[in-house]
C-alpha cells in the first residue's frame, strides 16, 4: 500500500470515529439539573458531609426536610415556588443521595443532631422547619430540645405529628396487605420512562433530578441501582425513638406546630394548644 494511501486511510478512520462519537453524544447528551438551586456540603461530623440545597429567596428561612429514602431534589419543584417571602434550604440527610453514607449514625437523636448542624453552619436564625413523613422524628427530636432555635415546625403527613395519630391508619395498612406496584424492566428503561410510570400507578412523580440522585445512572441513561443499601433503613429503624408527646408535657412543650396557608400568604405560627383547638381537619 502507497504511503499516500494509507494516509487517506487514516485520515478516513479518524473521521469515521470522530463521527461516532459525535453520534453517541447526540445519542446520551449530559443530563443538567434544571432547578435554580446552589449546592453545598456541611460537615456534621468527622468524615460525614451533609448535602444542602439552597433555592434562594428572602425572608424567613425555611428547611425542608425529607422522607424515608428520598433526598432534597424532591422538592426541587416545590422549592421555588416558596422561595421569595422565604429563603428556602433543603437537607439530604446521611445515608441517601450525595450525602456521605457512614456504617453508622442512623439513630434518631443523630440524625436530628445533623440539621441542627447545618442550621448552625448555615447560621440560620430562628428558621421554620419542614418535614415529611419520618422527618416527623427529627421535627419533634428539635422541637423538644431546641425550641428557642426554631420559629416552627410543619409537619407534612409526618410521624410524629403531635396533634394526629397515624396509628389506626398505620393499622388499616398493614390489616390489608396491600403492596405499592413494582416498575417493570421497560419501566426503568429511562429516567422519564419510570416518571411516566409514577404518573400511570400513582398520579404523581418525582421530579428527574430526584431520580437521578436516589439511582444510579447506567452508561446507556438506564436507571441503575438504588444508591441507598438496606442496611440504612435498618438501622434507622431501630434508631427510632418512643416519645409520646402529649403525656410527657417537658418533652413537648417548647414545641411550635405551623400551618403553612395556601397562596404562601404566610406561616402562622401557634402553640400546640391552640393548634390542636382550632387546626385539626
Request: neutral net charge; contains cysteine; hydrophobic residues 35%.
Amino acid at each position: 500500500m502507497s504511503r499516500g494511501l494509507t494516509t487517506n486511510v487514516r485520515k478516513l478512520v479518524l473521521a469515521l470515529a470522530f463521527l461516532g462519537g459525535a453520534s453517541g453524544c447526540n445519542r446520551h447528551k449530559a443530563w443538567h439539573d434544571p432547578s435554580p438551586h446552589r449546592i453545598q456540603f456541611v460537615t456534621v461530623e468527622n468524615g460525614v458531609q451533609l448535602e444542602v440545597l439552597d433555592w434562594g429567596g428572602s425572608g424567613r428561612a425555611i428547611v425542608l426536610l425529607t422522607g424515608s429514602g428520598n433526598t432534597a431534589h424532591v422538592f426541587d419543584d416545590l422549592a421555588p415556588k416558596l422561595a421569595g417571602p422565604y429563603h428556602v434550604y433543603g437537607i439530604t440527610r446521611r445515608g441517601f443521595g450525595a450525602s456521605s453514607h457512614p456504617a453508622s449514625g442512623y439513630a434518631e437523636q443523630r440524625l436530628a443532631d445533623d440539621v441542627l448542624k447545618v442550621l448552625d453552619a448555615l447560621q440560620l436564625v430562628k428558621p421554620v422547619l419542614i418535614g415529611h413523613s419520618m422527618a416527623g422524628g427529627e421535627l419533634s427530636t428539635l422541637g423538644a430540645q431546641h425550641s428557642d432555635r426554631l420559629a416552627g415546625l410543619v409537619y407534612l403527613d409526618a410521624a410524629r405529628d403531635p396533634t394526629r395519630d397515624y396509628s389506626e391508619l398505620g393499622k388499616k395498612m398493614e390489616a390489608s396487605g396491600a403492596k405499592p406496584p413494582s416498575p417493570s424492566d421497560a419501566d426503568m428503561k429511562s429516567f422519564q420512562a419510570h416518571r411516566d410510570w409514577q404518573m400511570r400507578t400513582m398520579g404523581f412523580a418525582f421530579p428527574e433530578s430526584e431520580l437521578r440522585n436516589m439511582f444510579e445512572s447506567n452508561p446507556d441513561e438506564s436507571m441503575g441501582d438504588y444508591r441507598t443499601d438496606s442496611s440504612v433503613f435498618d438501622a434507622i429503624g431501630k434508631g427510632v425513638e418512643k416519645r409520646n408527646l402529649s403525656k410527657d408535657p417537658g418533652a413537648g412543650a417548647g414545641i411550635l406546630c405551623d400551618s403553612l396557608i395556601r397562596g404562601r400568604k404566610r406561616i402562622a405560627e401557634i402553640s400546640i394548644q391552640e393548634r390542636s383547638r382550632t387546626c385539626r381537619s
